[in-house]
């Protein structure tokens, strides 16, 4: 069975930073594309961050480039999300998605975690 | 980047209606639109893949149809687990964009 855990939500004053993690299971995590998707509360889904399978291709949305950064340890089954230089408009849950650019779905999903800039 | 709007925002169902809920690009997407369903509380399903294409395990109601711009995802005979908001998404260039979500309510 497909499982996707992510952890490291939480509480963060503008202009900070917090580190997201993913771990996968029930699939070859380094066979795929890996995505982070977030929806602010009460909003829609936003596509957020998409790594390939070797780390040598990201892509991004514009309103993160710069601050927020994917990356992925294939040997520890895991996805990460780097964000710095945190504001209000990144206050959102989370999602860790299988799939990306070259499958374009996103067919499996994590239960997300939130994260809120307050101060 | 590709603009999804869906139609309507929202509407209300009995059990047993036939519902239709479409998905315009704002430029053509060929057949790469997805649909994903949302429950309360919990994180997005895939539904349907690649215009048309059912996901595994995804009860045969749902059909989806369309290509270039238009395109539409029909549940045939609501059940009460489908109410929930569903969301189409172009897989056709980056940035990944989603449709602003269709909240299917009971009637």
């Known amino acids: 069975e497909v499982q996707l855990v992510e952890s490291g939500g939480g509480l963060v004053q503008p202009g900070g930073s917090l580190r997201l993690s993913c771990v996968a299971s029930?699939?070859?995590?380094?066979?795929?594309?890996m995505s982070w998707v977030r929806q602010a509360p009460g909003k829609g889904l936003e596509w957020v961050a998409s790594m390939n399978q070797g780390a040598s291709e990201k892509y991004y949305v514009d309103s993160v480039k710069g601050r927020l950064t994917i990356s992925r340890d294939n040997a520890k089954n895991s996805l990460y999300l780097q964000m710095n230089s945190l504001r209000a408009e990144d206050t959102a849950v989370y999602y860790c998605?299988?799939?990306?650019?070259?499958?374009?779905?996103?067919?499996?999903w994590g239960q997300g975690t939130l994260v809120t800039v307050s101060s | 980047d590709i603009q999804m709007t869906q139609s309507p925002s929202s509407l209300s169902a009995s059990v047993g209606d036939r519902v239709t809920i479409t998905c315009r690009a704002s430029?053509?997407?060929?057949?790469?639109l997805n649909w994903y369903q949302q429950r309360p509380g919990k994180a997005p399903k895939l539904l349907i893949y690649?215009?048309?294409s059912l996901q595994s395990g995804v009860p045969s109601r749902f059909s989806g149809s369309g290509s270039g711009t238009d395109f539409t995802l029909t549940i045939s005979s609501l059940q009460p687990e489908d109410f929930a908001t569903y969301y189409c998404?172009?897989?056709?260039?980056?940035?990944?964009?989603f449709g602003q979500g269709t909240k299917v309510e009971i009637k």
């Open positions: 690649d215009a048309s």
């Open positions: 998404q172009q897989s056709s260039s980056t940035p990944r964009t």
């Open positions: 998605a299988r799939g990306g650019v070259t499958a374009g779905r996103f067919d499996y």
């Open positions: 430029q053509s997407i060929s057949s790469y």
């Open positions: 029930g699939f070859t995590f380094s066979n795929y594309w």
